[in-house]
């Protein structure tokens, strides 16, 4: 329905209006509305057909499983890339956690959806505070989030929001929003790559690594071509840190 309120911009191009003219633009308008609904429309479906994926795919490993991050026989969580080991220790970082390893839908890296979801049935290691938890989980719109650094594939950090959304068929995202359009377009992230994703802590504020899968590889080469050589560590960047990894997949540091 048109109100007087969709149709202020318009009215203020004349001072008077012929009926025919004021019908054609009502017309306009409504049909625009009608496009917009139709779009949002689209895209909320889109979402869920992605979720519906998403649930399919793990719902063998989340039925016997009471917590997601305590699944049995799991392969060894991969070890972060040096670059984003000395970053985070840069940023004085510590408790490093692996959380997952996906492939990027397209509703991932689309303008309209401006998230990146992770399933919790998909989720390695539990990440979040008690606190943090307990805003998550809340309600409350005015707090009802998490405010968290992202450490980009290009290691550019930025500032993203964690939310939790319980989708229908009881599924369970973690997803990270604001700015999320940015760092998909900065970084040229596209539907299909695969990223890997590890949290980590500066101080009590929590922060993740977004790594791309294959960028590793490609900084090698070119690492190789200028005939520097990369050691695990970090001693060739004059870091003072030392690195320790417990039997849980948690890496911390020691300065």
């Not at 220790?89 to 692996?98: C, I, P, T």
């Not at 929003?177 to 377009?185: A, L, R």
């Not at 992230?189 to 009590?204: E, I, K, M, Q, T």
Request: proline share 4%; hydrophobic share 35%; glycine share 8%.
């Amino acid at each position: 329905m048109v109100k007087l309120e969709d149709m202020e911009d318009v009215m203020m191009k004349k001072d008077r209006w012929e009926k025919f003219d004021a019908l054609v633009e009502v017309a306009f308008v409504a049909g625009r509305q009608e496009e917009d609904e139709e779009r949002e429309k689209k895209m909320r479906e889109e979402m869920e057909k992605a979720v519906a994926f998403l649930s399919l795919a793990a719902k063998k490993r989340c039925k016997t499983v009471p917590r997601p991050y305590q699944q049995p026989n799991m392969e060894p969580p991969p070890e972060m890339p040096e670059r984003f080991r000395r970053k985070i220790m840069e940023m004085g970082g510590d408790n490093v956690a692996f959380v997952i390893e996906k492939m990027l839908f397209e509703t991932d890296v689309s303008a309209g959806h401006n998230r990146l979801s992770m399933p919790m049935c998909q989720i390695r290691q539990d990440f979040v505070t008690k606190e943090e938890r307990r805003r998550l989980d809340s309600t409350d719109a005015n707090i009802n989030g998490v405010e968290v650094i992202l450490v980009e594939p290009s290691l550019e950090d930025d500032e993203v929001m964690l939310k939790k959304w319980k989708m229908k068929r009881n599924s369970i995202l973690y997803v990270l929003i604001k700015n999320w359009n940015s760092v998909v377009k900065r970084n040229g992230l596209g539907a299909g790559d695969v990223v890997r994703v590890w949290s980590f802590r500066v101080g009590s504020k929590l922060g993740f690594a977004l790594v791309r899968v294959g960028d590793e590889e490609h900084e090698g080469k070119k690492g190789k071509s200028t005939g520097k050589k990369k050691k695990d560590g970090g001693s060739g960047s004059g870091s003072k840190g030392k690195e320790v990894e417990d039997n849980g997949g948690n890496e911390t540091w020691i300065h």
